[in-house]
């Protein structure tokens, strides 16, 4: 006889803690990028003590939360929250005003996609940053190494460390030295 209400907690704990699995993330030879920590689903429960009926039961129907597609074994690997994600979510869980939470969560996204471009994201939040790093003590950086990136995924190259210097200036129309904050 299957617990339901085992089967319905273990089912919202990886629901909760999945965040991408093998057929979302780029793959180079052979080898799954994650962004972030990984395991199996069977790792996830271990603390759930599965029975094989119960793992049928769990698997019917669920599906990776990034891109939809079933997972078909327990032993399928997924990409995890990791410790900074749960203590983002523990602060966020611990404020009341559920506007300012929306705010942030909506801030961190689009910081997470345009870190250069904190100052221009819609919210309050980024100028607010800025303003208060400007009452602190300013530093100078004499000597530094940048490194470019380059966002990856499923269509894009893997470049070699020559393809990643900075474009040719005569090659390209526009080129705009930027002072900005970087969050
Ligand atoms: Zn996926």
Redesign the pocket.
């Known amino acids: 006889m299957e617990n339901k209400r085992k089967i319905e907690k273990a089912r919202q704990h990886l629901l909760n803690e999945i965040l991408?699995?093998?057929?979302?993330?780029p793959c180079i030879e052979k080898e799954i990028l994650w962004y972030n920590p990984h395991t199996d689903l069977d790792d996830l429960l271990f603390d759930f003590e599965m029975k094989e009926q119960e793992w049928k039961t769990i698997l019917y129907g669920l599906k990776?939360?990034?891109?939809?597609?079933p997972f078909e074994t327990q032993y399928d690997l997924v990409e995890i929250k990791s410790d900074y994600d749960h203590s983002v979510e523990e602060t966020f869980t611990k404020l009341k005003n559920k506007n300012i939470v929306k705010k942030l969560y909506d801030f961190n996204k689009f910081i997470s996609e345009y870190p250069y471009l904190g100052l221009s994201s819609s919210s309050i939040i980024g100028t607010n940053l800025f303003n208060s790093i400007k009452k602190g003590k300013i530093y100078t950086i004499d000597s530094d190494i940048w490194y470019r990136a380059r966002k990856f995924n499923n269509e894009s190259k893997l470049f070699s460390s020559d393809e990643m210097w900075a474009p040719d200036p005569q090659e390209v129309f526009i080129r705009i030295s930027l002072k900005v904050l970087v969050f």
């Open positions: 991408a699995c093998t057929k979302c993330r990776c939360p990034n891109c939809y597609e």
